[in-house]
């Protein structure tokens, strides 16, 4: 399309910081990916802080240390697994590259060969059962979560069920009932209430889509004609100023020119105004097809236009122009109307260095008047 005019500003870009260097080797640069680890990195927080809780419990021979050496030392290599499959992006391979159900289902598996471990002190694993169901609600699907509540308590109820008969000094059995009950009913809640979760999100997610709708939209009403489609007054004042900003640091030089319609009331007036619209988008559309993609084109008001032209090499900058006015003569412009054909004059002006854009206009609206005056359908270039 010739409307694209648009080049890059040659901002420099500033060398990233050593910590956001260090950031983007620990947790890549990837959005996604660096959401997934920087979870699996604050659940590795948690995991450590218990391990070293561990270590100290064992030390002070509050509970068996062999044991909780064995679940801690599994802890730390299942959360080193992940971190490798996902760090080094093998994650990417599954439906869900989260991989939340099964950190999750590891996760909880831990939890209970900790809680088989800790002998006096079992219960104080019961509350990270719910982190863990915590951390899956916010990136899984209602029924995962679901899955993931019936796994744990099926886990964590062999696990009370055992050791209340190998162990019942420290596992008493109705106390094992009761922390069983009371497990199974805050499970239950975190599954309902994953229900409302997943339906927040989907309706954020709804929200969030027709947002940037609107927004596009707006986008485009701001910078384009809404009946030719074509980039308006104000886009097009913004690409003149852009490209004049880009002559002062040695950019193309460029020609500023004005097209109007000839008799275009008389089309109105004797086909009715939505003939006279068809027409001015019939117009838009050819000299879109017409025009070089460096060139631009956009609507000035009513039916005249403003196009800016680089200069790329010694020639006439009408040349564009006279091809616009070829095509325009053998092309109908309204389906209505098929032997409609429009015809326009066009005044050019080629832009000088540090000349205000005003000025240039100026020059150009003399050059289309001069064109008008000496009979239309013509390009006089001053
Ligand atoms: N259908 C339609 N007509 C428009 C639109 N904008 C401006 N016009 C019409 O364009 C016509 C311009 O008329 P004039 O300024 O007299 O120009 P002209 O008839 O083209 O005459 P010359 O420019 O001297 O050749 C007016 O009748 C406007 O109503 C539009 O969006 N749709």
Not at 221 to 227: F, G, I, P, V, Y
Not at 257 to 279: P, T
Request: with cysteine; hydrophobic share 50%.
């Amino acid at each position: 399309m010739p409307t694209k005019l648009a080049a890059l500003s040659s901002t420099p870009v500033s060398a990233p910081a050593p910590h956001s260097r260090l950031a983007d080797l620990l947790l890549t640069s990837d959005p996604r990916q660096r959401r997934c680890l920087t979870v699996l990195l604050l659940a590795s927080l948690v995991t450590a802080i218990g391990i070293a809780l561990c270590i100290a419990g064992a030390v002070l021979d509050v509970f068996p240390g062999r044991d909780v050496a064995v679940v801690a030392v599994l802890a730390a290599a299942t959360m080193a697994t992940f971190f490798v499959i996902i760090r080094s992006g093998v994650n990417q391979r599954f439906a869900d590259p989260t991989l939340a159900y099964p950190q999750i289902i590891a996760a909880q598996s831990l939890v209970a060969a900790g809680y088989a471990a800790l002998g006096p002190v079992h219960t104080a694993t019961l509350p990270l059962l719910v982190l863990v169901m915590t951390f899956g609600m916010f990136t899984m699907r209602a029924a995962a979560v679901r899955a993931a509540c019936i796994y744990t308590l099926v886990a964590i109820g062999a696990v009370m069920l055992w050791r209340s008969r190998t162990d019942p000094a420290h596992y008493p059995p109705l106390l094992e009932c009761f922390n069983f009950v009371m497990t199974a009913t805050v499970l239950a809640a975190i599954a309902q209430l994953s229900n409302h979760l997943v339906s927040l999100r989907a309706r954020l997610k709804s929200q969030r889509l027709a947002l940037e709708d609107a927004l596009a939209q707006i986008r485009e009403l701001a910078t384009h004609d809404e009946l030719t489609g074509l980039p308006n007054r104000r886009h097009m004042l913004d690409l003149l100023n852009e490209h004049a900003q880009r002559r002062t640091r040695g950019g193309q030089r460029f020609y500023v020119g004005l097209i109007d319609l000839d008799h275009f009331k008389a089309i109105n007036d004797s086909y009715g105004h939505c003939v006279g619209d068809e027409a001015l988008r019939g117009f838009a559309q050819q000299a879109q097809a017409v025009l070089r993609t460096t060139d631009a084109i956009g609507r000035w008001g009513g039916e005249e236009f403003l196009l800016i032209l680089p200069e790329n090499g010694p020639g006439e900058p009408t040349v564009g122009i006279e091809r616009l006015r070829a095509a325009l003569a053998d092309t109908a412009v309204s389906s209505s109307v098929p032997q409609l054909r429009l015809r326009f004059s066009a005044g050019l002006t080629r832009v000088r260095d540090g000349e205000p854009i005003g000025q240039v206009i100026e020059r150009a609206d003399h050059a289309l008047y001069t064109a008008k005056s000496a009979g239309r359908g013509r390009a006089v270039l001053l």
